[in-house]
């Protein structure tokens, strides 16, 4: 039976203390231990907050996939907003 779901890929968004000195790869090292294989994320991505939108002040998750899209191809947005050179 096959199915036609495109690959995907988990994903990690972690927010820490200023202060803290752990970095992806500790963070990746730890889960490694604590889940299965296949709930390790591919990456790791670290930030300095989450985006908060609105009177509830929920975390947006539009501007968290954005976020991580510019962290994954920085010139993405370049590229597409310069089509023209003249």
């Known amino acids: 039976m096959s199915l036609d ?8 968004c972690v927010v820490l203390d200023p202060k803290s000195k752990t970095t992806a790869t500790d963070i990746e090292y ?3 231990q604590l889940l ?4 390790i994320p591919e ?3 670290v930030i300095d907050s989450t985006p908060r939108h609105g009177p509830s002040k929920n975390v947006c998750m539009l501007c968290l996939r954005d976020q ?3 962290m994954i ?3 993405m947005r370049l590229h597409t907003s310069h089509r023209f050179p003249f």
């Open 73 to 75: 191809e920085p010139r």
């Open 43 to 45: 990456d790791i991505f």
């Open 5 to 12: 779901i495109p690959d995907q890929k988990i994903v990690s």
């Open 68 to 70: 991580i899209r510019e």
């Open 36 to 39: 299965p294989y296949w709930a």
């Open 30 to 32: 730890k889960l490694r």
